[in-house]
């Protein structure tokens, strides 16, 4: 088992958490892994908002292109794609965690198979008003469609015509999806998201700024987390 501390940013889709935890990152000379479920898909860049590849390679970003998107994908496939890459940061080197995909979260820091306890576990959860994030959900759709969103989805279909159940799930690149669905859809994520860290872990609620984080940080991370 590999156990590393690590600093720690979860939080709806939109809510500017992967800006916040880049530009701190940056300023710890850290490396960054994903804790989406959706960036893990190759090819599939436009429609998941995944980082530029100078931002990939500038952080060493663990936890993208893993797999494509026929291939199915689960926590446990992720937990050890993470601790293949944990493997190779220089313990001199600090990690930041960041995404919105509870599971993960979970899995780092209760583990798969083990007794889980109570309370949760807690760690740095952006607090955001809904109606924000929805102003930034439509936002980024557009330039989602700008940067060619619909070409990336038949680029896609044609090259893996059968798709996983998990990748299947990635909105926006199902057959007929328009911009209302899309809208619609990546909404409602953002809500299931806020209420799974409200229930499933303890959320220390922060502010979306860089300030906010950096605080938080200070004061209670870093976090010990288990790559196993």
Aim: aromatic share 10%; with cysteine; charged share 25%.
């Amino acid at each position: 088992m590999l156990v590393r501390e690590a600093y720690i940013l979860a939080g709806p889709t939109a809510s500017g958490k992967s800006d916040i935890a880049a530009a701190l990152a940056r300023e710890m000379g850290a490396w960054i892994l994903s804790a989406d479920s959706m960036l893990v898909y190759r090819g599939m860049d436009i429609g998941t908002a995944k980082p530029s590849p100078a931002e990939r390679e500038e952080f060493h970003m663990g936890g993208v292109d893993v797999v494509t998107p026929a291939e199915e994908f689960s926590s446990g496939a992720w937990l050890r794609a993470s601790a293949e890459w944990a493997a190779h940061v220089p313990r001199e080197v600090p990690i930041v965690i960041v995404g919105g995909t509870g599971l993960y979260f979970s899995a780092l820091l209760r583990g798969l198979d083990r007794r889980w306890e109570k309370p949760p576990p807690e760690y740095p959860v952006i607090r955001i008003d809904r109606a924000v994030v929805r102003a930034r959900i439509a936002a980024r759709l557009d330039g989602m469609f700008m940067a060619g969103l619909e070409d990336e989805k038949r680029r896609l279909r044609a090259e893996y015509p059968s798709w996983s159940r998990t990748a299947s799930l990635a909105i926006g690149y199902r057959e007929g999806d328009d911009r209302a669905k899309i809208l619609t859809r990546t909404c409602q994520l953002a809500k299931r998201q806020d209420t799974w860290f409200r229930h499933q872990a303890t959320p220390i609620y922060v502010e979306p700024t860089v300030d906010a984080v950096r605080e938080c940080w200070r004061e209670r991370g870093p976090w010990s987390v288990s790559f196993a």
